[in-house]
């Protein structure tokens, strides 16, 4: 931006100071976040309108499943300081089980895969997971999942059960969300912290980068961001926040439920293709047994952390294979076709940002059909 300023005018241009170049740069600024608001009120009209014009029963003719996988991760019933697109609102979660309920058979995961492997479904049909394990999926999730009488299946990762930690992404947003700093400067580049907007944008952009790095250099990064935000002193999570992994006690009482089913997400929460083989056969095997303890069943289910096809390879299939299970999914968008590799299901994942329009338009993946349709012109 300041570049641009600087391609405008020159300082040594008569007329120019650094309060001429300020100005432009404002209102370059306020122009951007015009149209950055066009854009966005554009895209929602765009979204309510054909919405409302593809009736439920037209939609299905779009329907290119036969199943929908759908990937949410946590539950809240007051509104963060900071929202998480993967904490969503509880009456919203309710109004989209409704719908759900209405438009689709809901069926378990383990059914679904029985379903797939005899190329039995005929309809419309949708399976809801959660990733990581958070505890309001017990406090919140799960009585919701019993008022309307749908099955869930929970991915544990299980070294935060029973702990005050929970999984790094967790941990930066809390970090980010409390700091009193108003800049942070990592790997040679300073964040701005000074308002909600800026911090938002300043984590994404530092939990992306982290991502890219080996699991322990990225805990360990993790750390000292932590320690640079509180300034020293500890930041932890309190009792009610959203972030808090779920305990014992709420895992067996999900484990015993005839809706829930458990399934595995490493132990650590790390990113598999990252880790060498023998790592990888640990957090793997760590985590099948962990939930197979607490359910007294083989686990046959798996979810990848990150989830993106980069995020896990060959080996990391093959020792899936040679555990047992059955059917693994990774966060890649798109409903299941018949051919689908079953430990690489993609699922639909539920931004709780997103308005209703968009989620129903989601179930049937239209949006990502019309992405497909340009970029196969392009």
Same mark, same amino acid.
């Given at each position: 931006?300041?570049?641009?300023? $600087?391609?405008?005018?020159?300082?040594?241009?008569?007329?120019?100071?650094?309060?001429?170049?300020? *100005?432009?740069?404002? !209102?370059?600024?306020?122009r951007?976040?015009?149209?950055?608001? =066009?854009? &966005?009120?554009?895209?929602?009209i765009?979204?309510?309108?054909?919405?409302?014009?593809?009736?439920?029963? @037209?939609l !299905?003719?779009?329907?290119?499943?036969?199943?929908?996988?759908? *990937?949410?991760?946590? @539950?809240?019933?007051?509104? =963060?300081? =900071?929202?998480?697109?993967? =904490?969503?609102?509880?009456?919203?979660?309710?109004?989209? %089980?409704r719908?759900?309920?209405?438009?689709?058979?809901?069926?378990?995961?383990?059914?679904?895969?029985?379903?797939?492997?005899?190329?039995?479904?005929?309809?419309p049909?949708?399976v809801?997971?959660?990733?990581d394990?958070?505890?309001?999926?017990?406090? +919140?999730?799960?009585?919701?999942?019993?008022?309307?009488?749908?099955?869930?299946?929970?991915?544990? &990762?299980?070294?935060?059960?029973? /702990?005050?930690?929970?999984?790094?992404?967790?941990?930066?947003?809390?970090?980010?969300?409390?700091?009193?700093?108003?800049?942070?400067?990592?790997?040679?580049?300073?964040?701005? %912290?000074s308002?909600?907007?800026?911090?938002?944008?300043?984590?994404?952009?530092?939990? &992306?980068?982290?991502?890219?790095?080996?699991?322990?250099?990225?805990?360990?990064? @993790?750390?000292?961001? @932590?320690?640079?935000? #509180?300034?020293?002193?500890?930041? #932890?999570?309190?009792?009610?926040?959203?972030?808090?992994?779920l305990?014992?006690?709420?895992?067996?009482?999900?484990?015993?439920?005839?809706?829930?089913?458990? $399934?595995?997400?490493?132990?650590?929460?790390c990113?598999?293709?990252? +880790?060498?083989? #023998? /790592?990888?056969?640990?957090?793997?095997?760590? #985590?099948?047994e962990?939930?197979?303890?607490? /359910?007294?069943?083989?686990?046959?289910?798996?979810?990848?952390?990150?989830?993106?096809k980069?995020?896990y390879?060959?080996?990391?299939?093959?020792?899936?294979?040679?555990?047992?299970?059955k059917?693994?999914l990774?966060?890649?968008? $798109?409903?299941?076709?018949?051919?689908t590799? *079953?430990?690489? +299901?993609?699922?639909? $994942?539920v931004?709780?940002?997103?308005?209703? &329009?968009?989620?129903?338009?989601?179930?049937?993946?239209?949006?990502?059909?019309?992405?497909?349709?340009?970029?196969?012109?392009?």
């Amino acid at each position: 931006m300041a570049l641009l300023a $600087g391609r405008l005018f020159d300082e040594g241009d008569a007329g120019f100071s650094k309060n001429s170049s300020n *100005m432009i740069l404002v !209102k370059l600024h306020g122009r951007e976040r015009l149209i950055r608001g =066009m854009k &966005s009120t554009i895209k929602a009209i765009s979204t309510g309108i054909l919405a409302t014009m593809l009736h439920p029963r @037209v939609l !299905k003719l779009f329907y290119r499943g036969p199943l929908t996988i759908l *990937m949410y991760h946590g @539950v809240i019933d007051s509104p =963060m300081i =900071m929202p998480d697109p993967c =904490m969503i609102d509880i009456n919203v979660f309710r109004s989209q %089980l409704r719908y759900l309920k209405k438009h689709f058979e809901v069926v378990s995961l383990t059914r679904a895969v029985e379903l797939m492997e005899h190329d039995a479904i005929t309809e419309p049909t949708a399976v809801i997971t959660f990733d990581d394990g958070y505890q309001n999926n017990y406090d +919140l999730a799960y009585p919701v999942l019993c008022e309307e009488r749908l099955p869930a299946t929970i991915f544990l &990762s299980t070294l935060f059960t029973d /702990t005050d930690i929970s999984i790094w992404t967790g941990v930066l947003q809390n970090a980010f969300t409390l700091t009193p700093k108003m800049h942070l400067e990592w790997r040679g580049q300073r964040f701005d %912290l000074s308002t909600l907007e800026e911090k938002k944008k300043s984590l994404s952009a530092v939990r &992306s980068s982290l991502k890219d790095g080996p699991h322990q250099s990225l805990m360990d990064e @993790v750390e000292n961001i @932590v320690t640079e935000l #509180s300034e020293g002193d500890p930041i #932890s999570l309190d009792a009610e926040s959203p972030y808090r992994m779920l305990n014992s006690a709420s895992i067996e009482k999900l484990a015993k439920s005839d809706l829930i089913e458990l $399934g595995g997400h490493t132990h650590s929460h790390c990113i598999l293709s990252r +880790l060498p083989s #023998s /790592t990888q056969e640990v957090e793997i095997r760590k #985590s099948l047994e962990l939930v197979e303890s607490f /359910t007294g069943q083989p686990c046959r289910l798996f979810a990848y952390p990150n989830g993106k096809k980069c995020d896990y390879d060959e080996e990391s299939l093959s020792i899936l294979r040679e555990n047992g299970v059955k059917a693994a999914l990774t966060t890649e968008s $798109g409903c299941y076709a018949p051919g689908t590799p *079953m430990l690489e +299901l993609m699922r639909i $994942g539920v931004d709780a940002e997103a308005s209703m &329009s968009s989620f129903k338009l989601s179930l049937f993946d239209i949006q990502g059909r019309i992405k497909g349709l340009f970029a196969n012109k392009a």
